[in-house]
């Protein structure tokens, strides 16, 4: 027999357009001579719907369309993910659709608590196991977290008398996530002799990134098949004997590789699935904004992208020169506006009416911040009249320690670099030259600076970022506490302050607008810490 793998990127709420989406995969499966065909978790609503869960209309739209799917779909068995309102309960669910009819379905058991997502405040448990044949074969269904938290004493229970188990997943990307994938599948293999299909979900949505990535392991831990990552697929299964045949293995991406994909996914659709027309960047001559440049052109196409640089008396003539030519090399409409006008009225201003000189040396961050802040007016000006949305520029590293400016370069709709470190940053930077040189190498090599006052460095007022990297990964990403991030080498001067820098800045990531999440622990989705924090550790 012949499965396909509809690895599809849905957008939640757009029930019509997500069911559209399935009937046109379900008659290409059905064409190619497939029998069945296996959608990822929740792809009727989108994943994840969060609130609109809390809404009956949601209910009645998402049962409406299913029922449309039932009488739509022949000739071909469909795994369609849904949300499932039955007798007062909610369910996340997974239904069978054969002849015209729903066989079989599957309530999600293991709920997720993911913080993005936490599936107990919407969802019901489900309990039974769901099993059914088709052409001689045997099959059960998981969705998601049933699987990858599936411990093995329950594991034996559920697959019992089936030979292929189908897994409808909405995994969301971080680093190194499908070497994971791959451990949990084998060790789950070695308890139950079961071959695993996993069908998942690709796309962007709001801050998460699905990489797709769907794959196949037989009952022996070897896999047979390896779909593409951040790409739309339907993917074909051939299943002889209980036994999947070796089919098509798309190779891996690097790390870096996938990152740079899944900023480019997490953009594209984060404009194309909220209909802005396209982008607006304030491009420094820096480092950080020549990568957010190069990630919007790839994502949108030049001809939907709008740099602008803001110039002061402070700004480098190399740096005027770079961003110049990365404009012109990248083809994308380019503005210069010269702000120190608007500075010099700024602080006259405060001067006369308020009696505060700039060069008082207890407000010497004044005019910084207003040079910040006149070029975050301006962009949003733009995008005001234009309708496209201003990406902001700032990383991780700066997000985590307040190296930015509220209502300055923190203004602006989306933050594509907000889960990358500034080292990370680098590393991308040199990759996508390395396909195409579009940043010069004078903005890789030179020192980071804000470019706010004269001869002015980033490593003036912060640590190393190889150090700054690190102790925030410890302390971000693996919890660590500062006496085990000291205990790995690292002085107790740079941990304390860059620990010290990371609370007292929770006011303004709060502020800031929603990132692309590529860590484990982003500062949008899974980061839950207090504004109000006297606890030391």
């Not at 509809?6 to 379900?26: M, S």
């Not at 969301?172 to 069908?199: E, P, W």
């Not at 953009?267 to 396209?278: A, L, M, S």
């Not at 990358?420 to 040189?437: A, D, F, G, P, W």
């Amino acid at each position: 027999m012949k499965i396909a793998i509809a690895q599809i990127n849905f957008t939640v709420g757009d029930i019509a357009g997500n069911a559209a989406k399935i009937i046109e995969a379900a008659e290409q499966a059905k064409q190619a001579g497939a029998d069945l065909i296996v959608t990822p978790e929740l792809a009727l609503s989108g994943y994840p719907p969060v609130d609109l869960l809390l809404r009956e209309t949601f209910h009645l739209a998402c049962a409406q369309a299913l029922e449309q799917l039932v009488q739509k779909i022949s000739g071909i068995t469909l795994i369609i993910g849904h949300p499932h309102f039955q007798d007062g309960r909610l369910y996340n669910s997974a239904s069978v659709i054969q002849n015209g009819a729903i066989i079989a379905t599957y309530h999600k058991h293991i709920l997720n608590r993911a913080p993005f997502f936490n599936e107990y405040y919407y969802f019901d448990k489900g309990e039974a196991f769901c099993r059914f044949e088709l052409a001689g074969e045997r099959f059960g269904v998981m969705i998601c977290a049933d699987f990858w938290q599936a411990n093995s004493s329950a594991d034996n229970t559920l697959t019992v008398e089936i030979d292929h188990l189908l897994v409808l997943s909405a995994s969301a990307y971080h680093i190194d996530k499908q070497v994971s994938r791959y451990q949990l599948t084998q060790q789950f293999i070695r308890n139950t002799s079961v071959n695993v299909i996993h069908a998942n979900l690709v796309g962007g949505q709001d801050e998460l990134v699905f990489d797709g990535a769907s794959f196949v392991m037989n009952r022996q831990g070897v896999l047979t098949h390896q779909f593409p990552e951040f790409r739309e697929t339907l993917g074909w299964i051939e299943i002889e004997r209980n036994e999947p045949l070796s089919g098509h293995i798309e190779p891996h991406l690097s790390t870096v590789a996938s990152i740079y994909q899944a900023l480019c996914t997490g953009v594209r659709d984060y404009i194309e699935k909220n209909h802005f027309p396209g982008v607006i960047i304030g491009l420094s001559g820096g480092i950080d904004s020549a990568l957010t440049l190069a990630i919007a052109v790839d994502a949108l196409g030049a001809e939907r992208v709008h740099a602008v640089m803001m110039p002061t008396q402070y700004t480098s003539s190399i740096s005027l020169e770079d961003a110049a030519t990365m404009a012109r090399t990248l083809g994308v409409q380019y503005s210069q506006s010269l702000i120190k006008p608007l500075l010099d009225h700024f602080l006259l201003t405060l001067e006369n009416d308020f009696h505060i000189s700039p060069d008082s040396t207890y407000i010497s961050t004044v005019p910084e911040n207003l040079q910040a802040r006149i070029r975050g007016t301006l962009l949003m000006a733009l995008s005001n009249h234009t309708g496209a949305i201003v990406l902001t520029t700032g990383n991780k590293s700066e997000v985590a320690v307040g190296y930015c400016t509220l209502y300055g370069d923190m203004a602006g709709g989306f933050a594509a670099l907000k889960d990358i470190s500034k080292t990370m940053v680098y590393q991308l930077c040199k990759y996508r030259n390395q396909i195409t040189e579009v940043i010069p190498q004078r903005i890789i090599e030179r020192a980071p600076s804000a470019e706010l006052r004269y001869n002015q460095t980033d490593q003036d007022s912060l640590p190393p970022y190889e150090v700054l990297d690190a102790v925030m990964e410890a302390y971000v990403e693996h919890n660590l506490s500062a006496a085990e991030i000291i205990d790995k080498g690292f002085s107790e001067t740079d941990v304390q302050r860059v620990i010290h820098l990371i609370k007292v800045n929770e006011y303004k990531r709060r502020q800031s607008p929603p990132g692309i999440r590529v860590t484990q622990c982003d500062f949008g989705t899974t980061w839950r810490h207090p504004l109000t924090n006297m606890f030391e550790g």
